[in-house]
C-alpha cells in the first residue's frame, strides 16, 4: 500500500510539473463550452471519461492515443470493519485496478487490466474491447444519443480451492472455471450543456460457481453526470442485477445476501488528466465481479471511499487526421 499510495504521490507530483500540451487545452475548451468550430457541426462530449464509479461511459479513447489509469477502493467507512480504529478503512485495500487503453481506430479500443479483487476470487486479469457506433452531436442533426458496446473476459489465476466439502467460488477443475465475460450496451445523451444521463443493459457470464446459485445474469446500470461549479461535476451510478428467487434463497441458506452496487462521488478535470474521488458500497472494480457478488450495504456502514486517476499518452499519429 505504500508503494501504491507513493507511485499516486510521484504521479501527482508529475502532472503538476508537466506542461499543458494541445490535448489538454482541448479537454478544458470543451469543459468550457469554447467551441473550435461552428455551431452545429460538433460531436457532442456526453462524459469527460471513459468511467465513473462502477460504470463504464459511452466514450472512447481516440486513434493512436494510450490511456494509463489506477483505480483503487479501500476499506469500509463504517460498519464493524470500519471506524477510527481502521482509519475509516484508510488501512484497508478491498480492490485495486490497473489498466492501459488504447485506441486502435477512431471508434474502436482494447483494454488490458490487472485487478487485485475485492472478494474471494482474486488475481483476475482482463481483456476487453470497446466500440462506439454512435455518437451524439449537436442540435440540427441526425443523432440524438450515443452508443457503445462494451464486452471482456476475466481470468483469475489464483490457486485453487481444494475443500471438496464447503464448495467455494474458486474451486477451479479445468481451466474454463476461472473465466468469467461480459456484455455491455452503453446508451447515453447529454441533455443542453448540463446533466449527461446513461443506461447499460448488462449481461454477465460466469463459467463456475457455487451450487444454487446462477451463472448467468442480466443487470440494468443507469448512470448520471451533473457540473457543479467550473472543473467540479458531480458524478453517480447504479446497477440493479436481475436474479431467480430460487437462487436469492440457495444464497440466503449459505448466510450470503446481496445488495445492489452504488457509487456516487466527485470529478475533477485538470489539464492533462481526471481524477475521481469515489464512494461505494462494491469491493470489487470489475463488472464480472462486483454485479454478481457485492455483499456490502450502504445501509450497514459497509461503503468505502477510493479515487480513480487517468492519464493519456500519444502512442502513435492518426495519419488520416488532419
Not at 471508434?107 to 481483456?127: C, D, P
Not at 470489475?286 to 454485479?291: A, G, M, Q, T
Request: proline letters at 3%; glycine letters at 8%; a positive charge.
Amino acid at each position: 500500500m505504500r508503494k501504491l499510495l507513493f507511485f499516486f504521490c510521484m504521479l501527482i507530483s508529475f502532472e503538476l510539473m508537466a506542461q499543458v500540451d494541445s490535448t489538454s487545452n482541448t479537454l478544458m475548451n470543451e469543459l468550457e463550452n469554447k467551441a473550435p468550430a461552428p455551431e452545429g457541426k460538433l460531436p457532442v462530449k456526453v462524459f469527460y471519461s471513459q468511467r465513473l464509479i462502477n460504470a463504464n461511459t459511452v466514450e472512447v479513447l481516440k486513434k493512436g492515443y494510450l490511456e494509463f489509469k489506477v483505480i483503487h477502493n479501500f476499506g469500509d467507512i463504517a460498519g464493524a470493519n470500519g471506524g477510527p480504529g481502521s482509519a475509516y478503512g484508510l488501512d484497508g485495500a478491498t480492490d485495486i485496478k490497473i489498466a492501459f487503453t488504447v485506441g486502435l481506430t477512431k471508434n474502436f479500443n482494447m483494454i488490458v487490466s490487472r485487478s487485485k479483487g475485492g472478494s474471494i476470487v482474486q488475481q483476475l486479469y482482463e481483456m476487453g474491447f470497446k466500440y462506439k457506433f454512435i455518437q451524439q452531436a449537436e442540435k440540427g442533426q441526425s443523432r440524438p444519443i450515443s452508443l457503445t458496446a462494451f464486452t471482456n473476459m476475466v481470468v483469475s489465476t489464483q490457486k485453487p480451492d481444494t475443500n471438496t466439502v464447503n464448495i467455494s467460488e474458486k474451486h477451479y477443475n479445468k481451466f474454463s472455471d476461472r473465466q468469467s465475460q461480459m456484455l455491455q450496451l452503453m446508451i447515453a445523451r447529454k441533455f443542453g450543456k448540463i446533466i449527461s444521463l446513461q443506461l447499460s443493459p448488462t449481461y454477465v457470464h460466469t463459467n463456475f460457481v457455487v451450487p444454487g446459485d446462477e451463472k448467468s445474469i442480466f443487470a440494468l446500470g443507469g448512470a448520471v453526470r451533473v457540473p457543479i461549479y467550473k472543473s467540479f461535476v458531480f458524478i453517480a451510478d447504479y446497477f440493479h442485477s436481475f436474479r431467480s428467487q430460487s437462487s436469492i434463497d440457495a444464497l440466503k441458506l449459505k448466510g450470503v445476501r446481496l445488495y445492489d452496487a452504488f457509487g456516487a462521488g466527485l470529478e475533477l478535470v485538470t489539464p492533462g488528466h481526471i481524477f475521481h474521488v469515489n464512494f461505494t458500497n462494491a469491493t470489487n472494480i470489475l463488472e464480472n465481479r462486483f454485479i454478481p457478488r457485492t455483499y456490502t450495504s450502504w445501509g450497514k456502514g459497509q461503503y468505502r471511499w477510493g479515487f480513480t486517476v487517468a492519464r493519456n499518452f500519444v502512442l502513435f499519429k492518426d495519419k488520416k487526421k488532419k
